[in-house]
């Protein structure tokens, strides 16, 4: 009877292991530390190309832009580093469908 509760339990998340959680959160955030510093070069790069393009620009336009350019990579990058946290950490391993079995794929 223990033997067929323990046969049931889940394997832990290799996140529970501390020194593993930390090494991948440390991951996680110099990989967000690049993208914000690539984000930052995008933005400037897409202000000075709009400049460029069309001549004199207004400052709100122009701070607007850089905002806009900047947050929107961050945001993709932050998101697309979670998944990548997710599936490296063995998060995604752990999760039970409870409607596994009541799938039809006819």
């Known amino acids: 009877m223990i033997r067929a ?27 967000m530390t690049w993208m914000a510093l690539v984000s930052l070069v995008v933005a400037i790069v897409a202000v000075l190309v ?3 393009s069309l001549g004199e620009m207004h400052l709100h336009m122009a701070i607007a832009t850089f905002l806009g350019v900047f947050f929107t990579m961050l945001l993709g ?3 697309m580093s979670l998944v990548f ?7 995604d391993e752990v999760v039970e469908d409870p409607l596994k079995d009541e799938i039809d794929l006819d």
């Open 85 to 91: 946290l997710s599936a490296g950490s063995g998060h």
């Open 5 to 31: 509760h323990l046969q049931s339990m889940s394997a832990p998340s290799p996140l529970e292991d501390p020194d593993y959680a930390a090494f991948a959160w440390r991951r996680f955030r110099r990989i």
């Open 50 to 52: 709009l400049w460029w």
């Open 77 to 79: 990058t932050g998101l």
